[in-house]
């Protein structure tokens, strides 16, 4: 069975700094999605990055990218420029027909 | 365009009670899933969905049942509550299995 693990159950940045997340997972598949999503205080889940197994290349959107090395099986985020806003729970996700998720990293952003 | 909707918000049950939690969305996705998140967890995976009429087990599915008899709506139903069910319950739809998951806003759920 696939398993996620993010290993920093808490982490803290100051406003303006870079932050990275960390996320290992463990599956004997070749084709899958790694995602990282957030969940502010009101609960929703949004996603924040993507990456599809298959692309060498990493993911960017804006402040958000991943370092993605299929051979170690690890998928961390990096958060650039942090703001106030980024402060959430960030999990951590694999799919293949199934999403498992991590068990969380809460995010700390200090002014 | 709504997305994906979840009633009721909040809901408290007696130990023993049914209810059906109630999901829809509105963006023709086959899929949807139902997840459980516990306190200090991530989500795990319930029942999901690959299409009108088609229902597959996730990692915790004891003590739920879903139907999906229209592409629009997968309910989900606890038959005979337990304290154990405790949790906020996300639905979510994607249009394939690589897509990104679109969630509903959650309901928070006690059973005492």
């Known amino acids: 069975a696939q398993t996620v693990t993010q290993s920093q159950p808490e982490m803290s940045v100051q406003e303006a700094e870079t932050v990275t997340l960390s996320c290992t997972y463990d599956t004997s598949e070749s084709d899958y999605y790694l995602f990282w999503y957030k969940q502010p205080p009101s609960r929703q889940m949004i996603l924040v990055i993507r990456?599809?197994?298959?692309?060498?290349q990493n993911a960017t959107e804006n402040r958000f990218s991943v370092n993605f090395q299929k051979a170690a099986k690890s998928f961390s985020l990096k958060i650039s420029d942090s703001q106030l806003g980024d402060a959430a729970m960030y999990f951590c996700?694999?799919?293949?027909?199934?999403?498992?998720f991590g068990k969380g990293t809460k995010l700390t952003v200090n002014p | 365009n709504a997305g994906v909707t979840q009633t009721p918000k909040f809901r408290i049950l007696k130990i023993g009670q049914s209810m059906t939690l109630q999901c829809t969305q509105d963006m023709n996705h086959n899929y949807m899933y139902w997840y459980r998140q516990d306190p200090g967890m991530g989500l795990k995976l319930i029942y999901y969905s690959v299409g009108a009429g088609i229902t597959d087990k996730g990692e915790v599915p004891n003590g739920y049942n879903v139907s999906r008899s229209t592409t629009e709506d997968f309910p989900l139903r606890l038959e005979l509550a337990a304290p154990s069910q405790t949790s906020v319950y996300f639905c979510?739809?994607?249009?394939?299995?690589?897509?990104?998951?679109?969630f509903g806003p959650g309901t928070r759920l006690t059973v005492t």
């Open positions: 996700a694999y799919r293949s027909l199934k999403l498992v």
């Open positions: 990456q599809e197994a298959y692309k060498q």
């Open positions: 979510a739809s994607s249009y394939s299995q690589g897509h990104e998951q679109y």
